[in-house]
């Protein structure tokens, strides 16, 4: 294969550049010493990062955030698991329907979802409640949960199995003992790959929440529709920090390109 | 016996994907059903919601000018955006697949990264970016010389489209990544050593190729950057509404739910018709690249 030119290079290093800008610019803004935004020109300072603790509506829609995003994604596998299997075993009738009905959270504008879940949430007296946020984030982090566990459990050698059928198991020691932990890695990435949806969406949310139950990237929107100062850069910046490492992780030990594409190409 | 698996299996799908199906009709197709039958039901200032059947909404949205400017602006900017992200996004995909190994996985993750990184975060960026005349992106610009006066970018659509791009240029890259890696790299050879200059290679062999991929990234692109929130809301500002941000305005701000409701179910119907029919249209012109 042909090798890239100087011009193509010139070009990939403007894109890149362009791509982390606005990443970057957030997180050395965080730095600044000053009272204003600017860039950090004479020296860091983490004045802004120990100014978040004087906040603490932050620091609750940090926590709602996390454990909306742990528990949500958790409850979505439960679900997801078992319509794993039964879509990737089964040739039945109505399964590519199903399939489709599972993966529609990804095609209908999440504006459209919150309004639809603000609405029906409301009308049961649950609007603004905790609970109607775990129901919502599970529907929206679905597709993910599925995605990924879909790929690990299309596969898996199902001869194992047999072999654990033919000395007696089954039922429930069957999964427990052979097929969960065969489909595993693929479980453990879908469930990294739901938090982070449930962890960054704002659009569904913004709908949903009420004060007490904002959720981060709702109560940081609200914030900078008021005004944009060096704060709200310190908390985006621990935010990009959580999803970098997230995302690290999720690289090392299952690879970004196949989280992200859905491909479930088993030999890697 | 055989009988017994039989109906065993032919039960066994249906019980597994119980409990997901039941989800998604309880939680999933009856509200956006609530939210079509709201999108019919009359609102007043005092009066409140009221469960009737009327054509109120619709009407207003189809005589007013405004819902049709808004409209009109949701789908100048995602498809600005979407030309814009083949543009740069598809070239860029091409030099990445080029790349050694390591860089190449490298330069990926930087690339793709973002598309999980908060929106919230990614936009506020490009907020600082532009920050008014004297922003940093102009700055740049102008010392580069590529303008003479600064562009205003906050509260504009140019703003809008910029920053949209760059949150959804990962999904063009990984679109057109996924049909390079189709892509039998001996056919460029081929073309070379039959005496093919890199432009004719390029227009004849690399693009027709790719097109599959440049067309469903441009669908995912589109339909996203017509539905998006945070983008539009925080560049834009208050005054220059898209569709989401008027819906969203609606139900939080007026209070007009029926209102509200009849532009979210316009926006997805309008959506899924645009998204059904060029993936149909696609599929027929590239029939041979899918089989």
Redesign the interface.
């Known amino acids: 294969m042909r090798r890239n030119g100087p011009l193509a290079l010139v070009f990939h290093a403007v894109f890149v550049t362009v791509m982390v800008a606005p990443i970057l610019v957030v997180c050395l803004v965080a730095f600044t010493p000053e009272g204003y935004l600017s860039l950090p020109t004479n020296g860091f300072s983490l004045r802004w990062f120990r100014t978040i603790a004087n906040y603490p509506e932050f620091i609750h829609a940090f926590w709602i955030s996390l454990g909306l995003g742990a528990l949500s994604s958790f409850v979505a596998l439960l679900f997801a698991v078992p319509a794993a299997l039964a879509i990737a075993r089964y040739r039945f009738r109505g399964r590519d329907a199903l399939a489709a009905l599972f993966l529609s959270p990804l095609m209908i504008p999440h504006v459209v979802l919150g309004i639809a879940f603000l609405r029906f949430f409301t009308s049961f007296g649950l609007g603004g409640s905790f609970a109607a946020l775990i129901i919502a984030h599970v529907v929206i982090v679905f597709p993910f949960a599925l995605r990924l566990t879909l790929a690990a459990a299309i596969g898996m050698d199902l001869s194992v199995e047999m072999a654990a059928v033919s000395l007696g198991a089954g039922g429930w020691t069957l999964f427990r003992r052979v097929t969960l932990p065969l489909i595993l890695p693929g479980v453990i990435s879908g469930w990294a790959l739901a938090f982070i949806q449930s962890f960054d969406d704002l659009t569904m949310t913004v709908f949903l929440a009420a004060p007490g139950t904002e959720t981060l990237p709702v109560r940081m929107f609200l914030y900078i529709q008021d005004n944009i100062d060096p704060l709200v850069t310190s908390v985006s910046a621990c935010v990009i920090a959580i999803t970098m490492t997230a995302l690290i992780l999720l690289d090392r030990f299952y690879g970004l390109d196949r989280v992200l594409a859905g491909k479930g190409d088993p030999g890697r | 016996m055989s009988s017994v698996a039989e109906e065993r299996?032919?039960r066994?799908?249906?019980a597994?994907?119980a409990?997901?199906?039941m989800?998604?009709v309880g939680?999933?197709l009856?509200?956006?059903a609530?939210?079509v039958m709201?999108s019919f039901h009359d609102w007043g200032q005092y009066k409140g919601i009221e469960p009737v059947f009327i054509l109120k909404n619709w009407q207003e949205i189809a005589t007013d000018p405004y819902y049709a400017e808004m409209f009109w602006r949701t789908f100048r900017i995602a498809i600005l955006t979407t030309l814009l992200t083949a543009l740069?996004g598809a070239?860029?995909a091409y030099?990445?697949n080029?790349?050694s190994g390591r860089w190449k996985s490298f330069?990926?993750?930087?690339?793709?990264?973002?598309?999980?990184?908060?929106?919230?975060?990614?936009?506020?960026?490009?907020?600082?970016?532009f920050?008014g005349n004297n922003g940093?992106a102009n700055k740049l610009l102008m010392s580069l010389g590529v303008i003479r006066s600064p562009i205003p970018f906050m509260f504009t659509e140019t703003g809008m489209v910029v920053?949209l791009a760059?949150v959804m240029?990962?999904f063009m890259v990984?679109s057109v990544?996924?049909a390079l890696q189709r892509l039998d790299?001996q056919i460029?050879?081929a073309a070379?050593s039959l005496g093919a200059g890199?432009v004719t290679i390029i227009r004849r062999i690399i693009m027709p190729q790719i097109m599959p991929g440049v067309l469903s990234g441009a669908i995912i692109v589109f339909?996203l950057s017509?539905?998006?929130?945070?983008t539009p809301?925080?560049i834009g500002g208050r005054r220059l509404k898209v569709?989401?941000t008027l819906?969203?305005d609606e139900?939080?701000n007026t209070l007009n739910?029926p209102l509200?409701?009849a532009v979210?179910?316009l926006?997805?119907a309008a959506?899924?018709l645009i998204?059904v029919g060029s993936n149909a249209m696609i599929e027929r012109r590239y029939a041979e690249v899918f089989r």
């Not at chain 2, 017509?226 to 945070?230: G, L, P, T």
């Open positions: 299996s032919i066994a799908p249906w597994l994907t409990p997901a199906l989800l998604f939680v999933l009856i509200p956006l609530m939210t709201l740069l070239p860029e030099i990445l080029r790349m330069f990926l993750l930087v690339i793709l990264g973002p598309l999980l990184i908060s929106v919230v975060a990614r936009t506020l960026g490009w907020a600082l970016l920050g940093l920053a760059h240029m990962p990984l990544w996924a790299p460029e050879n070379m890199p339909s017509a539905s998006a929130f945070a809301a925080i569709a989401a819906a969203y139900f939080l739910w509200g409701a979210a179910t926006l997805l959506l899924v998204v």
